[in-house]
């Protein structure tokens, strides 16, 4: 369209975790949720940023690669006594040097502000992608 390329700028679908202390504020820093939540994005080849004590933003390639991560994270937070607030949207992520950021991390971030604890809430460009992966939404 005439214009270079952005380097590093790809569509991906984002990832944010947000962990929740009992007040609901943002929670300190707990290392097993860093633990989970590397493991979980890593095991669903995603690229994951820390964002704050108690916050992660990644990226995936695929959404139901996301959703399947973000689900497992929510059954960590509930065995755990966590609570995490997740969200998800696909759209347009800059990945440079350990950073994971966009407007759709801004989405996903949006999104889990507004998810009760131990839910994902995901957009609706994510559920239409998935379409026929097998995998079932709520209504929100």
Sequence with gaps: VGQAAEA???LATALWVEGRGASGAAAGDDPSLAAAVEQEVT????VLARTG???FAAAFDGPARAVR???RLAAFAAQSGRALTIGLHTGECELTSGVVRGPAVETARGLAA??????VLV????TDLVAG???AFEAA
């Design 53 to 55: 004590p108690a916050s």
């Design 43 to 46: 095991w669903f080849r995603g």
């Design 133 to 135: 992966a097998g995998l």
């Design 8 to 10: 590093g700028r790809v």
């Design 114 to 119: 507004c998810a009760p604890p131990g839910k």
């Design 69 to 71: 991560a973000a689900t």
């Design 123 to 126: 957009s609706r460009t994510v």
